[in-house]
């Protein structure tokens, strides 16, 4: 459990969603009991017009309204903060979220007794060169990094290369590839045929976007090593997204790094949560024989 006291607390969020409102009300009437002011992204301002703005630093807790896209760009907006995010999930799945709408106010009253514990993500750190240097600064990833082919339904030819020898894995003829940490293996990388890993291992996946030859496989790596991808085809259109939010368009001979990050992410969760609970839950696994076992 953990100690400390909560009094700026920021919320990220869709207006649209229908009971936005309702939510945000709720959240100012719990947070006005405990002597805490609630922070609003500037979109929210109409649905909590007695909240201040979202400020860029400063905040002691940050909750994400929404679904797991939403506590990526949760992530994304402490800007390497340690601020811990408390996702509600408004969603459907909500792997990364720690409550349901419905409990609320259960959570909020747990995070102000100090009654959870921090869950702590590994991230990525993304940089795109060329001949000349850096084309940009740095991304960073908490799920995953993916190139991927753009326009014509075809697929593209990516080199990839590890470590700082820059050792040879393949040529990858496929739709592209997926760098994923262990938070992202339940992702994009998970739908693409890639491994689950425990979000507590160290490590890196790269698991490629429907191969043109089956025998390339999914890899695990140590999460020190550095992978290089470099697209081969001027006539491919190809694009790096990260985290399914920013991104690039890459040219023939670019160079995406990828390493694992100094920075990582806080996420709260609460007694009895744990990674092979939400597997159970959100993948039905063990629901059959539950079933079974109740008939008899």
Request: net charge negative.
């Amino acid at each position: 459990m953990q100690t400390g006291e909560f009094r700026r607390i920021g919320v990220a969020g869709h207006s649209r969603h229908a009971g936005m409102r309702d939510i945000l009300a709720e959240l100012l009437r719990l947070a006005e009991r405990h002597n805490a002011e609630i922070f609003v992204e500037e979109h929210l301002a109409a649905h909590a017009p007695a909240a201040s703005f979202l400020p860029d630093s400063g905040l002691d807790l940050l909750i994400t309204l929404g679904g797991d896209g939403t506590l990526l760009r949760g992530a994304r907006l402490l800007a390497g903060d340690d601020t811990p995010i408390l996702g509600i999930n408004l969603g459907r799945l909500g792997f990364l979220t720690s409550a349901a709408r419905s409990e609320l106010q259960v959570a909020m009253r747990a995070v102000f007794d100090g009654e959870y514990w921090l869950d702590i993500r590994s991230t990525l750190d993304v940089m795109v060169k060329d001949a000349s240097g850096p084309r940009q600064d740095p991304l960073n990833a908490l799920n995953d990094v993916v190139l991927h082919k753009g326009g014509l339904a075809r697929v593209i030819r990516l080199a990839v290369h590890v470590g700082p020898e820059e050792h040879e894995v393949g040529t990858y003829t496929a739709d592209g590839i997926i760098l994923s940490t262990p938070t992202g293996s339940t992702a994009y990388s998970l739908s693409a045929g890639g491994p689950i890993v425990a979000p507590t291992m160290d490590c890196i996946i790269a698991t490629p976007i429907c191969p043109h030859t089956l025998v390339v496989r999914p890899l695990v790596l140590p999460s020190d090593t550095e992978i290089m991808v470099t697209p081969l085809s001027d006539d491919d259109e190809v694009v790096l997204t990260v985290d399914g939010q920013d991104g690039a368009e890459l040219r023939a001979g670019d160079q995406v790094v990828v390493r694992r990050s100094d920075r990582s992410i806080r996420i709260v969760r609460f007694q009895d949560q744990n990674f092979f609970e939400t597997l159970r839950r959100k993948l039905h696994w063990g629901l059959e024989y539950a079933d079974r076992g109740a008939k008899r």
